[in-house]
C-alpha cells in the first residue's frame, strides 16, 4: 500500500535519500533560521544550486509559523 500512496512514509523517506544528494545539502552552507520556539528551521545552500529552506514543527500538536520574518535566506 505504502508503494502506491503518493503521502506514505515510505514516498517521503525516499524524496527525503533524493534530497540528500542535491549539492546544496552535500557541500552547501547551513544557516540556522529563527521561527519561533515551537519550530526548528534551516536553510542549505550552495552558489549556484536552488537554496532549501527546511522546517520542522518540534511539537505534537499543529502550530502556526510566520516564515516572513525578516529572514534573508537567498
Known amino acids: 500500500a505504502q508503494v502506491n500512496s503518493a503521502d506514505s512514509h515510505l514516498k517521503i523517506y525516499k524524496d527525503l ?10 557541500w552547501g552552507s547551513f544557516k540556522y533560521v529563527l521561527v519561533n520556539d515551537r519550530v526548528f528551521s534551516f536553510t542549505r545552500k550552495a552558489y ?5 529552506l527546511i522546517v ?10 510566520n516564515l516572513l520574518t525578516g529572514s534573508d535566506i537567498a
Open 48 to 52: 549556484g544550486f536552488p537554496v532549501f
Open 17 to 26: 535519500v533524493q534530497l540528500r544528494q542535491e549539492p546544496s545539502f552535500q
Open 56 to 65: 520542522m514543527n518540534m511539537t505534537d500538536s499543529n502550530t502556526n509559523a
